[in-house]
């Protein structure tokens, strides 16, 4: 694609705003985000009042994957145990998935959600203080594909025709097109969003964690939790290609070939349940 084409589609990555098919709950959410002094109770109550959005929101938050001995009752309640941050991403995540299922893109939820649970497994293997910080950071690796292959079909299925044409990854034929990656899109909506650093990191350098500068070890795990995935088949992001391992993230997870073993055997064990989220 020309040099035109590359500004025509950074142009309209800068116009998205927000994707007019987030409920207007999550762009009021996002909205409240920059505000420091917001209480559980404000934001719990402003979810509640999309009922089938909160209902997700419990869903994932009363999952196996964390297993918390008591049931989380009330959106307020998950943000006092999970943290707000974790609250926002999982209704981000909740309306993402609606929007991949509604595109028929049940496969990218798939891969998604392997990736979330995965990298909780690495992150409570580090002895992370918030490992369910990166489940979120999981399921929105990916969240540019939303935009790219949805809001912008066109734009996807040139990507699509590329990948095919060339067997090559399909961040190889986002670069190639338009000089803009699906990681890059879910940067710009992170930032948009006002999601921490901790969550925009992983979703912006979940290919390139050499690249990460604060969150570093949450980037690291969600960049070997995706290579994993890819490896294990579970879902597909758009391409059957495992991506190359960072030998520089891999060393900061710091597993052995024991630790490894065990983590593979529990993430396969999980995956069985994601149907059930489907």
Not at 31 to 51: F, T, Y
Not at 185 to 210: K, N
Request: glycine letters at 8%; proline letters at 5%.
């Amino acid at each position: 694609m020309n040099p035109s084409g590359h500004v025509d589609l950074r142009r309209r990555i800068e116009q998205v705003g927000e994707l007019p098919t987030l409920p207007h709950v999550v762009q009021k959410l996002a909205s409240m985000i920059g505000r420091p002094n917001v209480s559980a109770e404000e934001i719990g109550a402003l979810i509640e009042k999309d009922q089938v959005l909160s209902a997700k929101v419990l869903r994932l938050a009363n999952s196996p994957f964390y297993g918390f001995p008591s049931r989380i009752a009330s959106v307020a309640h998950a943000v006092v145990v999970l943290g707000l941050n974790v609250v926002k991403g999982l209704t981000l995540c909740a309306t993402a998935f609606d929007i991949m299922r509604n595109a028929g893109m049940n496969e990218l939820w798939r891969h998604s959600l392997g990736v979330a649970i995965t990298a909780h497994i690495l992150g409570t293997k580090a002895a992370m203080k918030n490992p369910e910080e990166v489940f979120v950071g999981g399921l929105l690796h990916d969240i540019g594909k939303v935009v790219l292959y949805v809001k912008w079909p066109d734009v996807g299925q040139q990507i699509t025709a590329q990948t095919r044409k060339t067997s090559r990854p399909l961040m190889d034929a986002e670069q190639d097109l338009f000089a803009v990656t699906h990681a890059d899109v879910g940067g710009w909506l992170a930032t948009a969003w006002h999601l921490p650093i901790s969550l925009r990191e992983p979703i912006l350098h979940h290919h390139t964690p050499a690249a990460a500068r604060e969150a570093t070890l949450q980037t690291a795990i969600v960049h070997v939790a995706d290579v994993l995935v890819k490896g294990l088949s579970c879902g597909n992001p758009g391409d059957n290609l495992v991506p190359p391992l960072s030998h520089q993230a891999w060393d900061l997870v710091g597993l052995d070939e024991q630790s490894l073993a065990h983590c593979l055997a529990q993430a396969t064990e999980e995956f069985q349940t994601i149907d059930d989220y489907l």
